[in-house]
């Protein structure tokens, strides 16, 4: 199951998560955004390794504007919020030669039929809540709508995801579903991430199946 996390903003506090190696760490541009970096410092990002990949996060932004932020920060992926239109992502891709990460809001089951119009142009989606799209995931949607996903894409889950969420997310079994997206819930302050709550998060996210039901056998 990979890890995502999002939402990142002060250099010190990205050192310490990388220490949790997580294999996507985001950045949010989005200046009404809790979370914009701001003018983050180069040399905040170039300390980041390649195995993990850095994803620029946008909400509905200009070409040129995306175009520059990977160009100075060398980001391996886009994470587009917005109601970004395929033509955008067709010419993100083929101008920066990076991948593109779609958001979905999701309410219901159609919001995810929607999806297979970025088949050609979209890497991996990520299945947010419908919800206020500057500042993250207020809440969660039915993850069993989850299982009408029958697309082609592998997907991200994400949506207010915390610490009560591990064993519901590990009973999911969706083919596509190669990971989760963690943000506002492992928060000291909007950016700064509880670097303690992600790593027992993500242990027991990959704790052996067999142990687990160890467990619960014996609590019986």
């Given amino acids: 199951m990979q890890i995502k996390i999002c939402g990142m903003k002060y250099p010190e506090n990205i050192l310490e998560v990388l220490a949790l190696n997580p294999d996507f760490m985001g950045f949010v541009f989005n200046p009404k955004s809790t979370r914009f970096v701001g003018n983050l410092e180069l040399s905040t990002l170039q300390s980041?390794?390649?195995?993990?990949?850095?994803?620029?996060?946008?909400?509905?932004?200009?070409?040129?504007?995306?175009?520059?932020?990977?160009?100075?920060?060398?980001?391996?992926?886009?994470?587009?919020?917005?109601?970004?239109?395929?033509?955008l992502c067709r010419q993100i891709k083929d101008e920066a030669k990076i991948s593109v990460i779609k958001v979905f809001s999701v309410m219901n089951a159609y919001n995810l039929k929607v999806t297979k119009e970025y088949d050609d142009v979209a890497d991996l989606y990520l299945f947010n809540t419908k919800t206020d799209p500057y500042g993250g995931d207020e809440q969660k949607f039915n993850w069993n709508i989850l299982y009408e996903y029958t697309g082609?894409?592998?997907?991200?889950?994400?949506?207010?995801?915390?610490?009560?969420?591990?064993?519901?997310?590990?009973?999911?079994?969706?083919?596509?579903m190669i990971g989760v997206n963690l943000n506002t819930r492992f928060e000291i302050k909007p950016g700064l991430?509880?670097?303690?709550?992600?790593?027992?998060?993500?242990?027991?996210?990959?704790?052996?199946?067999?142990?687990?039901?160890?467990?619960?056998k014996e609590q019986d």
């Avoid at 980001?75 to 587009?80: C, E, P, S, T, Y």
């Avoid at 009560?164 to 997310?169: A, H, L, P």
């Avoid at 790593?199 to 160890?214: A, G, T």
């Fill in 48 to 87: 980041i390794p390649k195995e993990i990949k850095k994803v620029g996060v946008f909400v509905n932004e200009s070409l040129e504007n995306i175009l520059t932020y990977i160009h100075k920060y060398d980001f391996d992926a886009v994470q587009l919020h917005g109601f970004e239109n395929k033509k």
């Fill in 152 to 176: 082609e894409k592998d997907f991200l889950l994400g949506g207010n995801i915390g610490m009560d969420d591990v064993k519901e997310i590990r009973k999911i079994e969706h083919p596509k």
């Fill in 193 to 216: 991430k509880n670097v303690d709550l992600l790593r027992v998060f993500i242990e027991e996210l990959h704790k052996p199946q067999e142990n687990e039901e160890e467990n619960e």
